[in-house]
């Protein structure tokens, strides 16, 4: 961990009394699915500070957590100012649809900074639907042909393409599940800088 007294600060620092019950009552989330998106909060939180020119994107969990934190202006102003040491801006809109680059390097500094993968239940995987929509197409046009030549051979050649697609996909990647990422308008990450993408990034 690069900076391990701003982790500590964050990882201590209260948030709004009973912010996990409030948590449960307004998604309907079991009270440990709840602590557990409050803590993967506070990482997201570190990863932000951590690097001011780099985009951090949040899952959906993450995302309902900050949302809320922030309902509460001035305990959302402390924890900025106290435990970031800066501005984190909260977008008052939606967020727009967004996958892909920002969200494979928001896992990869996460799994560096905390030494594993980020949790599947709390940051499902962006990717997840495009390599099961590929592998599956494959899958049907094998069968497909099997049925029009009266062979087992492009079946198995499907299932087997399928499989490998499937396989190849999930080396190196970063466990998750199957939803949407989110980024505001303007910027995650404290000044929406490029900071993974040029010499010194991810």
Same mark, same amino acid.
């Given at each position: ?21 409030? $948590? #449960? *009552?307004?998604?309907?989330?079991? @009270?440990?699915?709840?602590?557990? +998106? %409050?803590?993967?909060?506070? &990482? !997201?939180?570190? $990863? #932000? *500070?951590?690097?001011?020119?780099? @985009?951090?994107?949040?899952?959906? +969990? %993450?995302?309902?957590?900050? &949302? !809320? ?5 001035a305990a959302y ?27 494979e390097l928001t ?10 993968r980020a949790p ?83």
């Open positions: 961990m690069k900076d391990q007294v701003l982790w500590e600060r964050i990882e201590v620092h209260p948030l709004p009394e009973d912010f996990v019950e409030l $948590l #449960v *009552a307004r998604t309907g989330w079991p @009270r440990d699915r709840a602590e557990a +998106a %409050v803590a993967e909060y506070r &990482r !997201l939180a570190y $990863l #932000v *500070a951590l690097v001011k020119t780099a @985009r951090r994107v949040p899952s959906k +969990a %993450v995302e309902q957590v900050w &949302r !809320l934190h922030g309902e509460d202006r102003t402390r924890f900025c100012a106290e435990a970031l040491g800066r501005d984190w801006h909260l977008p008052d809109g939606p967020f727009p649809r967004r996958s892909g680059r920002d969200m896992l990869k500094a996460y799994a560096r900074e905390f030494g594993e599947a239940r709390i940051w499902p995987d962006p990717n997840r639907r495009l390599r099961f929509g590929i592998a599956g197409g494959v899958l049907v046009a094998g069968a497909a042909g099997s049925l029009a030549a009266v062979s087992v051979l492009p079946v198995v050649a499907g299932a087997a393409l399928a499989v490998l697609i499937l396989w190849l996909g999930n080396r190196g990647s970063v466990e998750a599940g199957d939803h949407w990422w989110y980024l505001p308008p303007n910027d995650i990450g404290f000044d929406g800088g490029g900071g993974d993408g040029g010499g010194g990034g991810d």
